[in-house]
Nanobody, 114 residues
Framework: VQLVESGGGLVQPGGSLRLSCAAS????????MSWYRQVPGKEREFVAQ????????NYADSVKGRFAISRDSAKNTVYLQMNSLKPEDTAVYYC????????WGQGTQVTVSS
């Protein structure tokens, strides 16, 4: 099982980014998939989840209406579309799933700054 995130970078406030999480070793449509984020010195926090029975999704209140999680079964990839980004969205973003245990990707840095 492997999760590989990409798509992070530096963006100005109000801008957009799309993160990708490419999965291998399992089929993303058969499992709940989540995004978390972490700022140095703070606990990792939940951002968004897509249930195996899409289009059911859940979001943290802080990102509701701005972020959208989705998946492409053909590419076995999960996405996080992030719009109207704020400086407080700056963090390392991690892809997550639970099969026999928790699995995490290596993370991708998102920096929102002017």
């Amino acid at each position: 099982v492997q999760l590989v995130e990409s798509g992070g970078g530096l963006v100005q406030p109000g801008g957009s980014l799309r993160l990708s999480c490419a999965a291998s070793g399992f089929t993303v449509s058969n499992y709940h998939m989540s995004w978390y984020r972490q700022v140095p010195g703070k606990e990792r926090e939940f951002v968004a989840q897509i249930l195996r029975r899409a289009p059911s999704t859940n979001y943290a209140d802080s990102v509701k209406g701005r972020f959208a999680i989705s998946r492409d079964s053909a590419k076995n990839t999960v996405y996080l579309q992030m719009n109207s980004l704020k400086p407080e969205d700056t963090a390392v973003y991690y892809c997550n799933t639970y099969l026999d245990r928790q699995y995490w990707g290596q993370g991708t840095q998102v920096t929102v700054s002017s």
